[in-house]
């Protein structure tokens, strides 16, 4: 098969001809028919991911037809149209068995533990348990949108934040996570602060649902032009790029006994920023992770989709080759697409 691979950190990858994997007993094959180029394959890419085995094929939001499955699957069978979440679970760790399968203690990512999905085809494991049914109505450019920024940002608003009606939220950071949690946060009845440094995300921003929007760049004070706004902080707040600044000024923008969620991946010189916890706990603050979602809260994020007349694909701003996606790949670090990239040509 066809595969975007890299031998070594930090250089360029190439366009190559690899084995087509097989099903484990309890996985399947799957071909791929879109994937969504992320930073989080970037982080892969430059070294970040202690995951990663040289050579390596990264890729991990995707959807696509299954081709074969192994003979524990139950559930799916070659032609079921399907996506997944970007962390699978294995099924019999205590996190798995308490439908925490995001934070699996043996979780399988792939594009990061395993290949993943700039191929042809990408196995999968544990069938039964991460894979999920795509709608009919649902094309696969827009699944695989949904595969780690869209569902990633469903779990950090509505089952992390716990973002109410009437509530302000401040998103940091307007790419793919940002965009989508300023949609679902808009669709929940809450209040929406886009913070960015470009001009043209702010827009898209403002054109998915924010009410508000703060030009990281022109403005002298972002933590003081956010609680202007409010009306003195935000209830909730979102770093969804993964960076000090905007980690720090996500927590510093709250409102007393509001709530952070870190999103965006905190790596490389950026893993370990000094958080003021002298205002967490004379504020209340609440400090949380969130780290995909697992399969089974597919359906209602779907529902959600749905009932509140959501179009995610509106966030996907360009779609590629596999070839084209090397050149994304590698200049993801200089933010300058809009929107989602999506590979829909293999």
């Known amino acids: 098969m066809k595969a975007l691979l890299y031998d070594a950190f930090g250089v360029r990858p190439r366009l190559c001809s690899v084995a087509d994997p097989r099903p484990p007993s309890h996985g399947v094959v799957i071909r791929v028919m879109a994937s969504g180029v992320c930073r989080s394959d970037w ?9 990663i085995r040289l050579p390596h094929v990264p890729g991990h939001e995707f959807a696509g037809v299954v081709v074969e499955a192994g003979p524990e699957v139950r559930g799916w069978a070659a032609g079921d149209r399907v996506t997944m979440p970007f962390v699978a679970g294995c099924g019999s760790c205590l996190q ?27 196995a999968i494991p544990h069938a039964d348990l ?36 009437g509530q302000w939220v401040a998103v940091h950071g307007c790419g793919g996570v940002g965009l989508s949690a300023i949609m679902i946060a808009r669709a929940a009845g809450a209040r929406v602060v886009a913070v960015d440094i470009a001009e043209p995300k702010l827009a898209l921003a403002r054109a998915v649902g924010a009410s508000a ?8 004070d972002v933590v003081q032009a956010v609680r202007d706004i409010t009306g003195g902080g935000a209830h909730v707040s979102l770093d969804a790029l993964g960076h000090t600044t905007t ?75 596999l070839e ?7 200049g993801m670090d200089r933010f300058s697409g809009t929107g989602v990239t999506v590979v829909t040509r293999f």
């Not at 439908?99 to 792939?110: A, E, L, S």
């Not at 929007?213 to 002298?220: C, N, Q, T, W, Y």
């Open 43 to 51: 982080h892969g890419w430059v070294g970040h991911d202690a995951d």
């Open 96 to 122: 798995c068995q308490c439908g925490n399968q995001q934070v699996c203690d043996h979780q399988f990512q792939p594009g990061f533990t395993h290949w993943g999905s700039f191929a042809e085809y990408v």
């Open 130 to 165: 991460n894979l999920v049914r795509l709608p009919d109505s649902m094309d696969y450019a827009t699944a695989a949108s949904l595969g780690c920024r869209f569902a990633t940002a469903f779990r950090a608003v509505v089952d992390q934040g716990r973002v109410a009606p």
């Open 213 to 220: 929007s703060v030009d990281a760049e022109r403005v002298a």
């Open 247 to 321: 980690c720090l000024r996500s927590i510093a923008n709250l409102r007393k006994r509001g709530r952070h969620v870190q999103v965006g991946l905190l790596l490389g010189e950026h893993a370990a920023p000094a958080i003021p916890m002298g205002k967490v706990v004379a504020d209340e603050l609440e400090i949380l992770g969130s780290h995909g979602m697992q399969a089974h809260r597919y359906r209602g994020m779907l529902d959600f989709i749905e009932s509140a007349g959501l179009a995610p694909q509106r966030l996907i701003g360009n779609t590629v080759d």
């Open 324 to 330: 084209q996606a090397i050149d994304v790949l590698v």
